[in-house]
Structure formats: C-alpha cells, structure tokens
C-alpha cells in the first residue's frame, strides 16, 4: 500500500509512483514516520504530462480573431498603397512643372445639310397679279390716311346740302362764332365731338390757327347758323 505524504492519500495498487490528486511521490505506508522525520529534505518531482483535449470553442474563436487579423492587413496594405499612389502622383505632377495636358476633342462629324428644292419662278400673271393687290392696297392706305371730302355723303341725295363731322377730340367740341375770326366771332355754340353739321359755303383762302392749317366755313347746326374752322370738321 502506498500512500502520498503531503494529502495523505492512500493507494493500494502498487504500480503507481505519483499522487494523482497533486502529484506528489508516493511512498510505503509503513516508513510514513520515516518521511515525516526527514521534513528538511524538499524533494522537486516532474507532474506527468496528460493529453491536452482541444475545445470547439477555442478553436472556433482563435480561428475569428485570425480572420480579423487578416481583414486589418489587407485594410492597411490598401491604405498604404493609396498613399503610395498618391505620392507618385504628386511627384510626377511636381516634376512635369505642372503642366496641364489638353485633350483634343474629337472632330465633330457634320451634318449633312438638307437639299433645298428649287421654288418655282413666278409667271407673268402672277406678277401683274401682285402688282395690282400692291396697288390696291396702297390706294385703301392713301384714303385711310387722307380721305377726300365728298359733297354728297352717303344717306343724302344730290340735291341735299353736303355735311361734315365734327373732329375735335382733345378739346370735345368745336366753337360756332358768328364771324370767320378767334377774337371778333362771338361763340354762339359748342358743337360736340363726333357731331355732324350742314355746310353752307367755305372761303377760298386758307388760313393757320395754331398748328392747323385750314378754311372758315358757313355750317348750319340744329337751326343754327355760323362760322366753324374746318381743320376740325372730317368731310
């Protein structure tokens, strides 16, 4: 029988040489007194070595921060590599005098320009025929800008007195005096704007009163007789 002197465990199979509790050397059970006498000696005994068991987990684990060990390499290798693109670049931009290289654009390809049909030349009827719509639309401009004064106007027979609309609108009316003159015909009336009157006579001489140039004429307006200045009658 053998027993371990530090845990005083016994064993009772004779072929073990160490304690398996905390691996001390075993010794007989009968010299215990013997080991207990010799207290001084310190004794330094090898632990046997058992087989170390690998965990999932561990594995697993050990397996993840490599994984990141390599994820961070790659990371900085690729900054790195920026950089060291950077810098060339730079270099080379420094050492060229930082010169900008245009690049030519290409040369526009042109369109093809779309044949015009030849139009056709104009006949000599459709020539007069032109020339005549030119000359009547001239004519219906000159009697618009400057009618003629008709002595029968439309709505009276030959035999009726030629009328007259009064053409005043920045004053409103037109004076009936009683003489051809501004200053000794008496305003007998105020003919409105737009008024017509009934000429009598016009005299022959022309005269100018302020911007206009006209003649004095003998009109007769609901009953009454006087002078007007035409430059302000529309015939």
């Known amino acids: 029988m053998k027993q371990c002197p530090t845990c005083r465990t016994t064993y009772t199979d004779e072929t073990l040489r160490y304690c398996l509790a905390d691996g001390g050397v075993l010794v007989e059970a009968g010299i215990e007194a013997e080991t207990i006498a010799r207290q001084g000696v310190r004794i330094d005994v090898q632990p046997p070595s058992y087989p170390t068991i690998p965990v999932a987990g561990a594995r ?18 690729g900054f790195l590599g920026l950089l060291g693109l950077g810098a060339a670049g730079a270099l080379f931009y420094f050492n060229s005098g930082g010169t ?39 004519k219906q401009l000159e009697d618009a800008l400057n009618p003629s004064p008709t002595k029968t106007p439309p709505g009276f027979s030959s035999d009726d007195p030629p009328t007259a609309r009064v053409n005043s609108p920045a004053d409103g009316f037109l004076a009936l005096r009683s003489e051809p ?20 006579n016009c005299e022959k001489e022309k005269v100018k009163i302020g911007s206009r140039t006209g003649r004095w004429c003998m009109v007769t307006y609901r009953g009454q007789t006087g002078w007007v200045f035409d430059a302000w009658l529309q015939y």
């Open 60 to 77: 697993r684990s050990t397996n993840g921060s490599q994984v990141i060990k390599i994820v961070a390499a790659v990371l900085i290798l």
């Open 181 to 200: 003159d501004t200053e000794t015909g008496e305003r007998l009336a105020q003919i409105p704007h737009g008024a017509v009157v009934a000429l009598e």
């Open 100 to 138: 900008t290289v245009a690049v030519a654009s290409p040369t526009p390809i042109p369109s093809p320009t779309p044949a015009r049909s030849p139009s056709p030349s104009p006949t000599p009827d459709d020539e007069q025929q032109l020339e005549e719509e030119m000359a009547k639309l001239k």
